[in-house]
C-alpha cells in the first residue's frame, strides 16, 4: 500500500512537472552567509520561492550558473563547492575541495567549473556534470581574481606573488601561460564582457594592471600608476570588488582604494577621464546594464549608504539609505530594477532604477551576493 | 585619556565615533571615553568581530585574505600586542588601523575574545 502511495504520488509530481515546465529565465539565488542556504527567488514576482540549505560557511560566497540556467554552482568559504538544482531545488552534489576558498568560473562551454582557493593557493578545476576532478593547479599563494575567459580558459592572479596565470583548457590537458610583475598584492580583477581585456587591482602600489588577452603573447599593462600619489591614504576596511566594474559607453568605473571615489577610465586608451568624490570606501560600483547610471555602495562604518552616479555628467543624482550593511546589488538583465541585500536588515530590497521608488522587501536571513540566472550567458561572471 | 589623542590618525574620515556611539546613532551624538568605557556592547563588538574583521578574516575567523584569527592559531601573542595591532594595523600590510572606529577598551575587549574562544 504504502508503496502504491508513494508510486502515485511519484506520478502525480511528474504529471505535475510535465504540466508547469519551471521556466528559470528569471529566477536567481540569493546567499544567506550565516546559515550556509541560498534563498530561490523571482525577479518578475518580486518574491521568494524556496530555500536550500546544508552549503556549509558562505560567508563571501559567490556563484555561476550552467548554460541551461538550470543548475548553480556555489562558491564557499570553507572551500565547500556545492551544485544546486533550481528546478528541483536541491543539492544534487558537494564536495568540500580546499580549506579556504575565494571564488570560482565556469567555462564557455560549460564543462568545467574552477575555483580559487587561499588555501592550499592555487585554482582547482572540476567537471561540471560530475564534480570529478580534472586539472590542479597549484600556485604557492593566495589566489584572486578568477574568470573565464573564452577559448575555454581560465585566468587568474596571485595577491602574494603578483603574477597572472592562463590556463589554456582547449586540449584537455591545461596549457599554463605565466605573466610575472602583474604589481604589487593585487586583491581582485575583472574581465570585460567582450573577454579581450582583464584588469586587476592592486593593494599595495598604486593603479591598476590591464592584459590584453587577445594579443599573442599579453604583457603587463600600467594603468593610472600615478593614482592617488602624495595623497594620503585612507585605511581600507573592506577590499573593494572588482567584478561590477561596469562599461559605461566608453569608460569603465571602478573604485578607488584608500579614496573615498570612483575612478572613470576610457575602455580604448585606459586613462583617466574623470573621478567622482563618494561617501565613502566604494565596494561595489556597479553600472545599470545600459550602462547610464552606477550604484555604489560602502564599506564598514557607511555600509547603509547607496550613491547613483550619472554616467553622462559624472554626478551624484541620488543618495539613500536602505539599511545596515548594504553588501550587494543586482540588475534585472535590462537594468529596468535592483535588488539590493542588507544583511543586518534581514532584508533584500528591490527598487525601480527609474524612480527608485522602494516596490517590494523580501525576508532573507543575513544575505549578501544576488546572482540573477542571465549571468549564465555573461563572460567573466 | 590618551585615546582621544590618538583619533587623528586617519585625517578625513568621516566617521571618528566609537563603534558604540555609531551603532546608538543618534542617542548620544558625542560620545565621551567614560561612558564607550561604561557601555561595551559585547554583541555588537562580536558581530564586528565576525562580520567587519570577517572580510578579511573570514565570518568564522579561519582566515581569508588576513590570516587566521582562531585562538589557537594566537595563543603565542600578548593580548596588549594583538590590542595595538587592532588599534593601529601593520604598515605595508593590508590591516588597516582600527583606532579611528573604535576606543582602546573595545580594541582590548576585542583581543581578549580572541584569545578566550573556544578552540574550533
Known amino acids: 500500500m504504502k508503496q502504491l502511495i508513494l508510486g502515485l504520488a511519484a506520478t502525480l509530481m511528474m504529471t505535475s512537472a510535465h504540466a508547469e515546465p519551471t521556466a528559470t529565465g528569471d529566477l536567481g539565488l540569493v546567499i544567506e552567509r550565516a546559515k550556509g542556504s541560498v534563498l530561490l527567488v523571482d525577479q518578475s514576482d518580486r518574491a521568494a520561492l524556496a530555500r536550500i540549505e546544508g552549503l556549509g560557511d558562505l560567508s563571501h560566497a559567490s556563484l555561476v550558473y550552467s548554460p541551461d540556467e538550470r543548475f548553480a554552482y556555489v562558491f564557499g568559504r570553507d572551500g565547500g563547492l556545492t551544485k544546486v538544482d533550481i528546478v528541483t531545488r536541491q543539492i544534487v552534489n558537494r564536495v568540500v575541495q580546499a580549506g579556504n576558498a575565494i571564488g570560482g568560473a565556469i567555462s564557455d562551454d560549460g564543462q568545467l567549473v574552477a575555483v580559487s582557493n587561499y588555501e592550499p593557493g592555487g585554482v582547482r578545476v572540476f567537471d561540471s556534470n560530475t564534480l570529478e576532478l580534472v586539472a590542479d593547479i597549484p600556485t604557492g599563494s593566495k589566489t584572486i581574481g578568477l574568470v573565464d575567459a573564452p577559448g575555454r580558459r581560465f585566468v587568474f ?16 590537458t591545461p596549457e599554463i601561460t605565466k605573466i610575472p610583475d602583474m ?8 574581465i570585460t564582457a567582450n573577454g579581450r581585456t582583464y584588469i586587476t587591482g592592486l593593494f599595495g602600489e598604486d593603479g591598476l594592471t590591464a592584459l590584453d588577452l587577445w594579443a599573442e603573447a599579453p604583457e603587463p599593462i600600467r594603468v593610472l600608476p600615478d593614482y592617488g600619489r602624495g595623497q594620503e591614504e585612507m585605511p581600507v576596511y573592506k577590499m573593494p570588488h572588482l567584478e561590477g566594474w561596469a562599461l559605461t559607453g566608453r569608460e569603465f568605473v571602478l573604485p578607488a582604494v584608500g579614496h573615498h571615489e570612483v575612478l572613470w577610465i576610457d575602455a580604448d586608451t585606459l586613462t583617466e577621464t574623470g573621478r567622482t568624490q563618494t561617501h565613502g570606501q566604494p565596494v561595489f560600483a556597479m553600472a545599470r546594464p545600459d ?9 564598514h562604518p557607511l555600509n547603509d549608504t547607496i550613491q547613483v552616479i550619472d554616467s553622462v555628467t559624472k554626478d551624484i543624482i541620488h543618495e539613500f539609505k536602505p539599511g545596515p550593511a548594504v553588501l550587494h546589488m543586482e540588475f534585472t538583465p535590462r537594468g529596468h530594477e535592483v535588488w539590493i541585500s542588507v544583511r543586518d536588515a534581514n532584508k533584500v530590497m528591490v527598487y525601480d532604477t527609474q524612480t527608485f521608488e522602494k516596490l517590494r522587501e523580501i525576508e532573507a536571513d543575513s544575505p549578501s551576493g544576488i546572482f540573477f540566472t542571465a549571468r549564465a550567458h555573461r563572460t567573466g561572471l | 585619556m590618551a585615546r582621544l589623542g590618538h583619533r587623528s590618525v586617519a585625517p578625513g ?10 551603532l546608538l546613532a543618534g542617542a548620544v551624538v558625542i560620545a565621551t571615553s567614560a561612558f564607550a568605557a561604561d557601555t561595551l556592547n559585547p554583541d555588537a563588538l562580536k558581530r564586528l568581530v565576525h562580520q567587519d574583521c570577517g ?3 573570514g565570518l568564522s575567523l579561519k582566515g581569508g585574505l588576513g590570516p587566521d584569527l582562531r585562538s589557537q592559531t594566537l595563543q603565542h601573542y600578548d593580548q596588549d600586542v594583538l590590542t595595538g595591532v587592532i588599534l593601529d594595523g601593520i604598515p605595508d600590510t593590508a590591516m588597516p588601523p582600527w583606532r579611528p572606529l573604535i576606543t582602546e577598551e573595545e580594541a582590548e575587549w576585542i583581543a581578549r575574545y580572541l584569545l578566550q574562544q573556544e578552540a574550533q
Open chain 1, 157 to 172: 592572479t596571485m595577491w602574494d606573488s603578483g603574477e597572472t596565470w592562463i590556463a589554456d583548457f582547449a586540449t584537455g
Open chain 1, 291 to 299: 550602462g547610464r547610471q552606477v550604484w555604489v555602495n560602502f564599506a
Open chain 1, 183 to 190: 604589481g604589487k598584492n593585487p586583491y581582485d580583477a575583472l
Open chain 2, 55 to 57: 572580510s578579511c578574516h
Open chain 2, 13 to 22: 574620515r568621516q566617521s571618528s565615533q566609537p563603534l558604540t556611539s555609531v
